[in-house]
């Protein structure tokens, strides 16, 4: 079945750095764009990033611009976000996300969420 | 940044009763609009999108409506699996989200 897990999260000191990974499953992961989406404790969700299918484009949400990186390896089918210079405010679940068709698309599957803590 | 605003905060229903959710964004993003439906521990889950389109597996309870600044998502009859925190998300010009409407009984 289509399934998307996330991996990498954790407890983090302030300034410090974390890579997330999103293992993609049951579909032509190098067919879709992705993106990250991310909830702090308690709170509504919040648009991270956005990746195309080959890579070709990024966008990022104004929070994290300058210090998070998207990327894929469609070879692996997997996602990945590197965070560094991570402050209070990025504590939150982190979710990938694969959109249903087009770039510019809602949201079909998600992952279970892998948790960074900044503290 | 198109801005998008959900009311109410929180909608008090009984079982069986007719939800109505709004959702409105700060400019016009035709039918670019996703609802989800998301409950304690779990990821969001995708409801409608295209502003009126149920993704798959969704009951026929629930349905999206509206173009342009003004949406709807209504669920016809309300089941006890249905009380969650439901988001509107606009993709017509980059990706946002409402702050949410929690549905409870």
């Known amino acids: 079945q289509v399934q998307l897990v996330e991996s990498g999260g954790g407890v983090v000191q302030p300034g410090g750095s974390l890579r997330l990974s999103c293992a993609a499953s049951?579909?032509?992961?190098?067919?879709?764009?992705m993106h990250w989406v991310r909830q702090a404790p308690g709170k509504g969700l919040e648009w991270v990033a956005f990746?195309?299918?080959?890579?070709?484009?990024?966008y990022y949400s104004d929070s994290v611009k300058g210090r998070f990186t998207i990327s894929r390896d469609n070879s692996k089918n997997t996602l990945y976000l590197q965070m560094n210079r991570l402050g209070d405010e990025d504590t939150a679940v982190y979710y990938c996300?694969?959109?249903?068709?087009?770039?510019?698309?809602?949201?079909?599957?998600w992952g279970q969420g892998t948790t960074v803590t900044v503290s | 940044e198109i801005l998008m605003t959900q009311s109410p905060d929180t909608l008090s229903v009984s079982p069986g009763e007719r939800a109505t959710l709004s959702c409105r964004a700060s400019q016009s993003i035709t039918s670019n609009l996703a609802w989800y439906q998301q409950k304690p521990g779990q990821p969001p889950r995708l409801l409608i999108y295209?502003?009126?389109t149920r993704a798959a597996g969704v009951p026929a309870r629930f349905s999206g409506s509206g173009s342009g600044t003004e949406f709807t998502l209504t669920i016809s009859s309300l089941q006890s699996e249905d009380f969650a925190v439901y988001y509107c998300?606009?993709?017509?010009?980059?990706?946002?989200f409402g702050q949410g409407t929690r549905v409870q009984i």
């Open positions: 049951g579909f032509t992961f190098s067919s879709y764009s």
């Open positions: 295209a502003a009126s």
């Open positions: 996300a694969k959109v249903v068709r087009y770039s510019y698309d809602a949201f079909d599957v």
């Open positions: 998300q606009q993709y017509h010009n980059w990706w946002t």
């Open positions: 990746i195309r299918s080959d890579a070709s484009n990024e």
